[in-house]
């Protein structure tokens, strides 16, 4: 792995940029110097084979693949066992390109079968006894490029026009999962963002990955900065603040749980198994309902089962849902903060009596909040802020002093 160093920044466009730090200077003296060595490939010397290449098709089998190049059915069973704990020849998959290597001018059977496993790896198989197999990588750049824009219609679609990668606005999405709803991006935000991409072959491969990010939405300045406090990579704002906020444990306080999430339950007032997917949280009538987190209401309304319910949207990943409310306090498309009133106790719709049946959305699905595995949210710790602050520093240097300089 090569890490360009941050050299020159460009920046071009009327309403966007996308620059490439340029590894101009990496050929050094010590270049010169290098002993000539004939050109390697798949960690074999490469200019002295004869190679076929190709893709597997659909159907495939290795016998379909070896058998022309000279290589017996029982070779290919003996290097099937022998690979198996290292790579099984099972995994190999149509449409994905192949190389087969003779030495010298084709003789048979053929010395290499190369099989490439995605984007960056590879399988090299050897065709002569002993027979095995080698797992290898080719040699990848890390880049680090820059983004700027103005969202003009959506992140996606501004990436695009501006020559960005497209697969950037996940990343971004998913730094910004507890702080931003990016399809509800407003025309006018702005976005300057640095970020990693992995090059091999001068292609880029995989997903950007964001190293800093300033995030402008609804006149409001989001700062995304990368850290590892010993964690593995997670993303702060410039105070040291986490970017993941924590859900409330229950929506209301001082509650008991009188009913758990249970797909097998028997309903007391039906009088059959239905599943519940939520946890029931009992508490006298009237007891102040809070948000679990901040979001917007989808839903303020009342069914004959749920009864008077309020529903929010956190984020792109999680909804919550309040149901049997005695009284409704925020109206839908309002915005609510972590702890603000939603509602009250009651016992509308189906219930016994008073509760607040509370239900947690994931993607979409229903699932118990109290066996989910949030992600830490833990500030910076104050042995690591020296190092947070300087890691601060160095980044908004090769950010911010185009930083939004859109005209
Ligand atoms: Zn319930």
């Known amino acids: ?59 495939h089998s290795l016998s379909h693949i070896l058998g022309p190049a000279g290589v017996s059915a029982g070779a290919i069973a003996t290097l099937a066992i022998e690979a198996q704990s290292i790579y099984d020849v099972r995994n190999i998959r ?9 030495d010298g001018d084709t003789v048979q059977p053929a010395r290499y079968f190369i099989y490439e496993r995605n984007a960056t790896q590879y399988a090299r198989f050897d065709l002569r006894p002993p027979y095995g197999v080698t797992l290898g990588s080719y040699a990848s750049d890390t880049l680090i490029e820059r983004a700027q824009g103005v969202i003009e ?53 995989g997903m950007p990955r964001v190293i800093v990010c300033h995030f402008e939405h609804r006149g409001r300045k989001l700062l995304a900065y990368r850290f590892n406090q010993g964690k593995g990579d997670d993303y702060f704002d410039e105070n040291g603040n986490s970017l993941r906020k924590a859900f409330l444990k229950a929506p209301v306080e001082f509650s008991r749980i009188s009913s758990p999430y249970n797909l097998k339950r028997f309903h007391p007032i039906l009088n ?64 609510v903060s972590q702890g603000q009133v939603i509602g009250y106790v009651g016992s509308t719709g189906l219930a016994t009596g008073p509760h607040v049946c509370f239900r947690f959305w994931k993607n979409g699905k229903q699932v118990n909040h109290l066996k989910e595995d949030f992600p830490p949210s833990e500030p910076i710790e104050s042995g690591q802020m020296d190092a947070f602050r300087t890691t601060v520093a160095e980044w908004r240097m090769h950010i911010q002093d185009r930083e939004f300089a859109v005209r």
């Not at 000539?36 to 076929?52: C, L, N, Q, S, T």
């Not at 996606?156 to 697969?167: F, H, K, S, V």
């Not at 998913?174 to 991006?185: E, I, K, N």
């Not at 009237?286 to 319910?309: C, E, F």
Request: glycine content about 10%.
């Open 272 to 335: 059959r198994t239905k599943a519940h997917y939520g946890t029931d949280y009992a508490a006298p009538k009237g007891t102040p309902i809070l948000a679990v987190g901040d979001g917007i209401v989808t839903k303020s309304s009342y069914t004959k089962g749920n009864g008077k319910y309020v529903k929010i949207r956190h984020n792109s990943t999680y909804e919550t849902q309040y149901l049997h409310m005695s009284k409704r306090a925020v109206n839908v498309g309002e915005n």
């Open 1 to 59: 792995m090569h890490y360009w160093l941050p050299l020159i920044i460009f920046c071009f466009g009327i309403v966007g940029c996308r620059d490439s730090f340029d590894g101009s200077a990496s050929s050094g003296p010590g270049n010169a110097m290098a002993p000539r060595v004939p050109p390697e490939r798949f960690g074999v010397i490469w200019d002295w084979m004869a190679v076929d290449s190709g893709t597997v098709q659909s159907g």
């Open 94 to 102: 149509a449409r994905q390109p192949y190389w087969i290597a003779f």
């Open 153 to 205: 219609s959506s992140l996606y679609m501004d990436l695009e026009r501006i020559g960005a990668p497209t697969n950037l606005a996940l990343s971004m999405a998913a730094v910004y999962a507890w702080t931003v709803d990016f399809s509800r991006l407003q025309e006018g935000d702005k976005f300057n963002v640095l970020y990693e991409h992995v090059y091999v072959n001068k292609q880029p491969v």
